[in-house]
T-cell receptor, first 114, second 115 residues
């Protein structure tokens, strides 16, 4: 079936260090890949999305490349800040007959210490 | 950016009672979704809805659950009767269309506690 697997948290980093959250996916469709971020007490909000294979998405210093061959979409940031502390979700969505739900990974809790 | 509003933010009810969760989606959006998140766990799809009909539902969408959006008003999730395991945060989302690249916008959730 269709699924998303990502780094299980929690991940704790010091400010200024680099971040990688691994994400791999499984589907026979042609998905768009998403990274969502969720802050405490809020719903997930879009960080960025990439609809095409071999393209890169980025926002607020975060980036990820849609690697179709490896079926991966790893999230990276060169230097994290305390304000980046949140839960990060990798997700996929594809065009189909049933309204196209967003399929989430388990989420990775990131805590950044000053 | 586009806002999805959910009312109420918290709801406490006794097991067996009925509860209705309300969602005001983005104004021109056509597709609507409910997700369930138990504290600290994964976002799990419940149902999506378009043009007055359920398009797809998961195994979590029990017979006690129903959704509707009468006359373009709130998109609602009704649970009747409620059970202890229904305690969770319920997130509503909407999207303009169903193409894969279109973004789902989420509300801030309704925390439901069933006693």
């Amino acid at each position: 079936g269709d699924s998303v697997t990502q780094t299980e948290g929690p991940v704790t980093l010091s400010e200024g260090t680099s971040l990688t959250v691994n994400c791999s996916y499984e589907t026979k469709q042609y998905p768009t890949l998403f990274w969502y971020v969720q802050y405490p007490g809020e719903g997930p909000q879009l960080l960025f999305k990439v609809p095409k294979a071999n393209e890169k998405g980025s926002n607020r210093g975060f980036e990820a490349t849609y690697n179709k061959e490896a079926t991966s979409f790893h999230l990276q940031k060169a230097s994290v800040q305390e304000s980046d502390s949140a839960v990060y979700y990798c997700a996929l969505r594809f065009y189909g007959s049933s309204g196209n739900k967003l399929i989430f990974g388990i989420g990775t809790l990131l805590s950044v210490k000053p | 950016g586009p806002k999805v509003l959910q009312i109420p933010s918290h709801q406490i009810i006794d097991m067996g009672q009925m509860v209705t969760l309300n969602c005001d989606p983005v104004s021109n959006h056509l597709y609507f979704y409910w997700y369930k998140q138990i504290l600290g766990q994964q976002m799990e799809f419940l149902v999506n809805f378009y043009n007055g009909k359920v398009m797809e539902k998961s195994k979590l969408f029990k017979d006690q659950f129903s959704v509707e959006r009468p006359d373009g008003s709130y998109f609602t999730l009704k649970i009747q009767p409620t059970a202890l395991e229904d305690s969770a945060v319920y997130f509503c989302a909407s999207s303009l269309g169903r193409r894969s690249a279109e973004t789902l916008y989420f509300g801030s959730g309704t925390r439901l506690t069933v006693l």
